[in-house]
């Protein structure tokens, strides 16, 4: 029999460099042999220690005070951090890794599929975006002032030509060549519309049909390709409830304080193709959750720091965030990547 237990270390590792000073006898310079690269301040910290304070700190989310607690009292009070050094890690870390931000902006400009989503932040008070672009393997946060044209210009959305996944914010539709609107936010306006128009069929048959075509296309086999007669039932069965919406619409109008319903109807016939496009082509998923569930991410950050000091600081993260998550995708050792970046 065999019984273990198990524990974890911290061992404080401090190399130290020294070299004798001269004085030149005419001019009083002070002079020294060089010291390796990397040694320029009296103390300085290696990339393990950079690495385990960054990710602490904009991964974990713990505040930089907390993170100089933590590493003195794993180090029984021996290694004090300062809060300056912390903070400047975001920076350092997005300057040191623009080789991997400039593969990710090129992978995701050529990506077949591309998620994209807004979302909000705060700097100084004042409310800004952060604009996110991603696939199953790679993703990009970008920090903007604005949203519309002027918050996608400059990222991957912007160069892509291929199917971009979204909301229904318009402004994407000048982008890319074929549109998937996320279904998620329709399966949820649609809830919505039951609610406030019970007397209205519509709806629910809508509801009903999307939730049936997305299983439809859930159950198909890796190698499997959609049945074309079954789609084009789903598009007859999509055409038909859009026309029990007309014609209960026109015997019983919707009112002025609830034309949600009728407005989604309209939409749900104009932008029929991006609300199917995932029926025709297995790429493409129904919903946008990859985007959103990145966006999560950021929101949690914010909401540790709950506002940013500079616009700068907002785009250190925005890049540092690229890099983690896109090696997060690549099954790596996510520590020792950072470190190596560090280093």
Not at 9 to 15: A, D, F, G, I
Not at 86 to 107: D, H, Y
Not at 161 to 182: A, W
Not at 194 to 200: A, G, I, Q, R, S
Request: aromatic residues 10%; hydrophobic residues 35%.
């Amino acid at each position: 029999k065999r019984r273990q237990v198990i524990g974890v270390k911290l061992l404080l590792n401090c190399v130290e460099y020294y070299t004798v000073v001269f004085r030149h006898k005419e001019t009083g310079k002070l002079v020294h042999a060089d010291f390796p690269a990397g040694v320029e301040n009296d103390v300085n910290y290696d990339s393990s220690i950079k690495a385990f304070a960054f990710l602490l700190n904009n991964h974990c989310n713990v505040p930089i005070d907390k993170v100089r607690q933590f590493l003195s009292d794993l180090t029984g009070g021996a290694l004090e951090i300062s809060k300056g050094m912390i903070n400047g890690l975001s920076r350092e870390f997005a300057e040191k890794s623009k080789t991997e931000q400039n593969k990710v902006f090129l992978n995701l400009v050529s990506a077949p599929v591309l998620n994209e989503d807004f979302t909000t932040a705060r700097v100084n008070g004042k409310n800004y975006n952060v604009f996110i672009c991603a696939t199953p393997h790679e993703a990009a946060y970008y920090a903007k002032e604005h949203k519309g044209h002027e918050g996608i210009k400059g990222t991957p959305a912007e160069l892509n030509g291929n199917i971009h996944v979204h909301d229904h914010d318009k402004t994407y539709y000048s982008y890319g060549r074929l549109h998937q609107e996320c279904l998620i936010h329709i399966l949820r306006y649609l809830l919505d519309s039951m609610e406030n128009e019970k007397n209205l069929t519509w709806s629910a048959d809508m509801r009903a049909l999307i939730q049936e075509m997305i299983h439809y296309r859930n159950s198909l086999e890796p190698d499997e390709e959609p049945n074309a007669d079954k789609v084009k039932e789903f598009e007859d069965r999509f055409d038909k409830i859009l026309n029990t919406a007309k014609d209960e619409y026109d015997y019983e109008p919707p009112t002025k304080y609830y034309k949600e319903g009728y407005n989604l109807s309209v939409r749900l016939g104009e932008y029929k193709s991006a609300c199917l496009l995932f029926l025709h082509d297995k790429r493409v998923p129904a919903d946008n959750n990859l985007a959103e569930r990145l966006g999560r991410v950021f929101k949690r950050k914010l909401k540790q720091v709950m506002t940013f000091r500079s616009f700068d600081s907002l785009v250190y993260l925005c890049q540092c965030l690229t890099v983690m998550a896109t090696i997060r995708t690549q099954n790596e050792n996510f520590y020792q990547s950072i470190a190596d970046i560090f280093n």
